[in-house]
């Protein structure tokens, strides 16, 4: 079993930045990827970023050269930096890793104010 627990989401103004954190119980050197999700009231829930265990990386259209998503195995943990927010970023953040299963967080309220 891995908990994982995200912080770092907040309210910020358009243009704001924030730095989201997922604490992994364990170590997160064997996860074959790792992942922020975001769930807007009413919206099912996407992917914004995923990192795979050599380091590669995926992002939505949306998030492209705004979001940076990096992770530190000697620290258990998964980060992603969020730069330029606007108000379509509004959402509640989850972390994900991904080995013989998904383990999800229990989420981090991210709201943008115009």
């Known amino acids: 079993q891995v908990q994982l627990v995200e912080s770092g989401g907040g309210f910020v103004q358009a243009g704001g930045s924030l730095r989201l954190s997922c604490a992994a119980s364990?170590?997160?050197?064997?996860?074959?990827?790792m992942g922020w999700y975001r769930q807007a009231p009413g919206k099912q829930r996407e992917l914004v970023a995923l990192i795979t265990g050599g380091g590669s990386t995926n992002y939505a259209d949306s998030v492209k050269g705004r979001f940076t998503i990096s992770r530190d195995n000697a620290k258990n943990t998964l980060y992603l930096q969020m730069n330029s927010l606007t108000p379509e970023d509004t959402a509640v953040y989850y972390c994900?890793?991904?080995?013989?299963?998904?383990?999800w967080g229990q989420g981090t309220q991210v709201t943008v104010s115009s």
């Open positions: 364990r170590s997160i050197f064997s996860f074959v990827t």
């Open positions: 994900r890793a991904t080995a013989s299963y998904n383990y």
